[in-house]
């Protein structure tokens, strides 16, 4: 069973500049391909950022250019960095364990996810 843990959640300015961090447990943490989505009040779930196996990226329209995804397989982390925030960044950021290690859309672990808020 794998456990996924975020951190790095907070308040900040737009403009500003935010870290997240998602700790894995158990698994095999270099072998899947992990994601971040972020899920708004009201509002859908949607993808933000994903990384495979291979360390191919990927990443929605609206944070291309300003979030960056990248992994630490020797710390079983992914971390996500968001530069320019903007009000409508604010949304709960989960991540997401993929075991295809191909960005399927196969997720079969999810964190509880960390609340990000950008003032105006």
């Known amino acids: 069973q794998v456990q996924l843990v975020e951190s790095g959640g907070g308040l900040v300015q737009a403009g500003g500049f935010l870290r997240l961090s998602c700790a894995a447990s158990?698994?095999?943490?270099?072998?899947?391909?992990m994601s971040w989505f972020r899920q708004a009040p009201g509002k859908e779930r949607e993808f933000v950022a994903g990384?495979?196996?291979?360390?191919?990226?990927s990443y929605a329209a609206s944070v291309r250019g300003r979030f960056t995804i990248s992994r630490d397989n020797a710390k079983n982390t992914v971390y996500l960095e968001m530069n320019r925030l903007k009000p409508e960044d604010s949304a709960v950021y989960s991540c997401?364990?993929?075991?295809?290690?191909?960005?399927?859309?196969?997720?079969?672990?999810w964190g509880q996810g960390t609340q990000v808020t950008v003032s105006s």
């Open positions: 997401a364990a993929d075991p295809t290690g191909r960005l399927t859309g196969r997720y079969d672990y």
């Open positions: 990384v495979r196996e291979s360390l191919v990226t």
């Open positions: 158990g698994g095999i943490f270099s072998a899947y391909a």
